[in-house]
Nanobody, 130 residues
């Protein structure tokens, strides 16, 4: 069964760091563009960062530029999101998505009601609080 599973969320103080992992099973993530999305309580899901299959093209939301880094390790079938200098407004459920055809810029801008992405994970909760 093909799926992606996120991990690495938790409680962190403002200014702290977390690294999220998106691990694929049942398919080769290396052929897919992958994105990280977050949904804060009461808000729509938003694209945070996306990376292409080759790993040489990335995109970031303006709110996280300079603080978050997306990367991939195809040998581990995993995409990471390194989150530094976390702020309370970064809190939410972070999910990863994999798609064979949507380029990173398009993947990160899919609307919340778009159902065409190939794989969605269930998410991991990030809480930023003092």
């Amino acid at each position: 069964q093909a799926q992606v599973v996120e991990s690495g969320g938790g409680l962190v103080h403002p200014g702290g760091s977390l690294r999220l992992s998106c691990v694929a099973s049942g398919f080769n993530l290396g052929y897919y563009n992958v994105g990280w999305f977050r949904q804060a309580s009461g808000k729509d899901r938003e694209g945070v960062s996306c990376i292409n299959a080759a790993g040489d093209e990335t995109t970031y939301a303006d709110s996280v530029k300079g603080r978050f880094i997306i990367s991939r390790d195809d040998a581990k079938n995993t995409v990471y999101l390194q989150m530094n200098n976390l702020k309370p407004e970064d809190a939410g459920v972070y999910s990863c998505a994999a798609d064979y055809t949507l380029i990173p810029q398009a993947l990160c801008k899919v609307s919340p009601d778009y159902s065409g992405v190939d794989q969605w994970g269930k998410g991991t909760l990030v809480t930023v609080s003092s």
